[in-house]
């Protein structure tokens, strides 16, 4: 073989494994693109998610609020629902019973705080 025929098929032979490289460096980058793109949906899946999320945590924190709102001020209700039923024991200007009020009100207040106790433990409010 003579140096020019060498050199025609090392060329010939470069520019065809030149080409398939190009083919091959062309499909590997559309397989890039095309898991860029799918990872740029996936995070904005994800944001949408977290979005979900934090909004469900405001809900929640919200309504444990309430809750304990609600927990403090019905308590001492019942209590006070009980001289204005009209007992004839019970009533409300004159008690038979001296320590009747002072029991009641103690009750009532120990009640409010202890589940202001339990509710501010809980991180509720």
């Given at each position: 073989m003579t140096i020019n025929t060498a050199l025609t098929t090392a060329t010939t032979t470069a520019t065809t494994a030149t080409t398939a490289t190009t083919e091959e460096q062309a499909q590997t980058l559309a397989v890039l693109h095309e898991i860029r793109d799918e990872l740029r949906d996936f995070n904005k899946d994800m944001d949408r998610l977290n979005s979900l999320t934090e909004d469900q945590v405001k809900s929640t924190v919200e309504n444990r609020k309430l809750t304990a709102l609600t927990l403090m001020?019905?308590?001492?209700?019942?209590?006070?629902?009980?001289?204005?039923?009209?007992?004839?024991?019970?009533?409300?200007?004159?008690?038979?019973?001296?320590?009747?009020?002072?029991?009641?009100?103690?009750?009532?207040?120990?009640?409010?705080?202890?589940t202001f106790v339990f509710v501010k433990k809980k991180g509720w409010l």
């Open positions: 001020f019905v308590i001492p209700s019942t209590f006070a629902a009980i001289p204005g039923a009209n007992f004839e024991h019970l009533n409300e200007y004159g008690f038979d019973n001296f320590f009747a009020l002072p029991v009641l009100v103690g009750t009532v207040l120990a009640a409010s705080l202890g």
